[in-house]
């Protein structure tokens, strides 16, 4: 006797499997061997990119150099070049855009604009992969220098799945496949072949540079390329960051954005919504 609902018991059922099988063949996909004492010896060999870094502010002389007063790139911030298809996409988002963006939502940006927050980044080496674990929105990066190669068909994610290599005293790393609710800059969207490419060096014993370059057929004309400088800071330690814990923003019942501008420390009941 069919009941009710079977049929979408079983179609969950499926689908569930289906999903773990899925999961099950890609982490079969590559195999790491267990790190050898060889593995661990050659580490001491790379450069030291441990401890927390934080991305330099200050002013961008125009003098095409490396001002190592303030540390951050001598440059004018580049200009992106859109195709014609997402230059109107773009203007379509900026008329529409909502009164907070989505990270006021504590939805987080994702690549490349995680990198690129005003917050403290850990970097931890092991064998065959760097971990950069991100004080905003408590995020963490897994950068795989452990021979895989680039995914045929990525599951997208707000940071991609990111392969890296040495190239010298270079970290060279690519990823690809992103979430459709990551954007190349505030309201400018990607195509599903966006690919990012990074290169992060040591410029002196405390400074490391990242130069990033985002390719997108579909979206971009030439490749857009941006640097940026990180401090070194040893003494410091990756805060806990729970974007909820003072989120002040909320929708009346009219479905319009507001912010209780109270105190913290008021006692005083949030604006009903």
Not at 64 to 78: F, Q
Not at 118 to 124: H, S, V
Request: proline share 11%; hydrophobic share 40%.
């Amino acid at each position: 006797m069919f009941r009710p609902g079977t049929m979408l018991r079983a179609v969950a059922i499926l689908a569930l499997a289906s999903a773990i099988a899925a999961s099950t063949a890609i982490a079969q996909g590559f195999k790491r061997p267990a790190p050898t004492a060889a593995d661990w010896a050659a580490l001491a060999k790379l450069p030291d990119f441990t401890g927390v870094w934080e991305i330099s502010m200050g002013p961008r002389p125009a003098t095409g150099i490396i001002n190592p007063a303030i540390g951050v790139p001598s440059m004018r911030p580049p200009q992106i070049s859109l195709t014609p298809d997402y230059a109107a996409k773009r203007q379509a988002l900026l008329a529409s855009a909502e009164q907070d963006n989505q990270s006021a939502n504590c939805l987080p940006p994702g690549m490349p604009g995680i990198m690129s927050q005003p917050y403290p980044m850990e970097f931890l080496l092991t064998p065959g992969q760097v971990t950069i674990v991100i004080e905003a929105y408590s995020m963490v990066r897994h950068i795989y220098a452990d021979g895989r190669p680039l995914p045929d068909d990525p599951d997208p994610n707000f940071f991609g799945t990111s392969i890296g290599h040495w190239e010298g005293d270079t970290l060279v790393v690519e990823s690809v496949g992103f979430s459709t609710q990551t954007e190349i800059e505030p309201h400018v969207p990607h195509s599903d072949k966006m690919r990012i490419l990074e290169k992060f060096r040591l410029v002196d014993p405390n400074t490391m540079s990242i130069e990033t370059t985002v390719t997108d057929p579909e979206a971009l004309t030439a490749p857009y390329v941006t640097s940026r400088f990180l401090k070194r800071h040893r003494s410091w330690t990756i805060a806990e960051y729970i974007c909820e814990q003072n989120n002040r923003n909320f929708v009346d019942k009219s479905g319009k954005a507001g912010i209780n501008l109270t105190p913290p420390s008021d006692t005083s009941p949030a604006p009903k919504q």
